[in-house]
């Protein structure tokens, strides 16, 4: 029980060359209990599944301090039917990594979160066509002009994809602001919005309710969505789009929740 929810394991593939390795599903443990519940105990809202606590896989006790996101681990425990499938499960990844992983370093977590700043996703702008730069002013424009009134980060912008090195002193602006999350859940939460967006910003514009869930989405995808307008979607990106909100909504109602 203990070791079965830690990194999201990547689907097999949907290719006609592996359709002969065994299903995913199959390789999964089955549901070996009746019931999840939160229990308090020393402080800690902890999971206990028919009485016994659930472990991650580092062996720490699976719990929060805010009783809601204890909640929602439960109900994602409760929510497996005939096997236990992390990838159902975004919260309680969320915490595994947070516990096991966050909590003994969180500066590591932090630097990296500022890195991502260092080259964020809306200082890059379209050259062209003309209606995606119009969205990119639109949308991105004021996620900047944030980041500079409210943060003091004053970023650069450039056209295309060459690197452009951000100021100093934005950086350590920035820099200052991501220190100062030190619940290792929230700092997990960030990390993770951050890499699905592929903005620093966006990630500490949703940890200080400048943008909720829906709006933080829709400014990360406006490249995605501009292309989907125009050439279509296929059934496989769809799908992995699909999953990674999954985890976004997981990260933000973490977030949200700790405040």
């Known amino acids: 029980m203990t070791d079965i929810l830690g990194e999201r394991d990547a689907n097999v593939p949907h290719t006609p060359t592996r359709v002969s390795e065994p299903s995913r599903k199959s390789q999964l443990p089955k549901r070996f209990y009746k019931d999840a519940v939160v229990v308090e105990d020393g402080g800690l809202h902890v ?3 028919d009485g016994r606590p659930v472990k991650t896989p580092g062996k720490l006790p699976l719990g929060s301090t805010s009783l809601d ?3 929602f681990m439960a109900s994602e425990w409760r929510d497996q039917v005939d096997v236990i499938d992390p990838m159902t499960m975004p919260v309680t990844r969320l915490t595994n ?3 096991d992983g966050v909590a003994s370093d ?3 977590v932090q630097e990296d979160i500022v890195r991502f ?3 964020d996703m809306l200082c890059y702008r379209a050259g062209g066509p003309g209606g995606l730069e119009d969205l990119h002013r639109e949308f991105w424009d004021p996620m900047i002009d944030w980041a500079h009134v409210t943060l003091g980060a004053r970023f650069s912008l450039a056209q295309g994809i060459v690197f452009v090195e951000q100021p100093a002193e934005a950086m350590i602006a920035f820099n200052t602001h991501v220190g100062q999350i030190n619940d290792p859940l929230a700092l997990a939460a960030c990390h993770l919005v ?3 967006t592929g903005s620093a910003i966006i990630a500490m514009a949703v940890y200080k309710s400048e943008i909720d869930l829906d ?3 829709k400014i990360a995808h406006v490249d995605e969505d501009w292309n989907i ?3 279509g979607e296929d059934d496989e990106a769809k799908e992995r789009r699909a999953a990674r909100f999954v985890d976004m909504k997981a990260a933000c109602d973490c977030i949200a929740a700790l405040r």
């Open 229 to 231: 307008a125009h050439w």
């Open 47 to 49: 999971v206990k599944l």
């Open 215 to 217: 709006e933080a989405w």
């Open 106 to 108: 969180l500066q590591v």
């Open 194 to 196: 951050t890499t699905l």
């Open 97 to 99: 990594t947070a516990i």
């Open 117 to 119: 700043a260092s080259s």
């Open 69 to 71: 996101i204890a909640e």
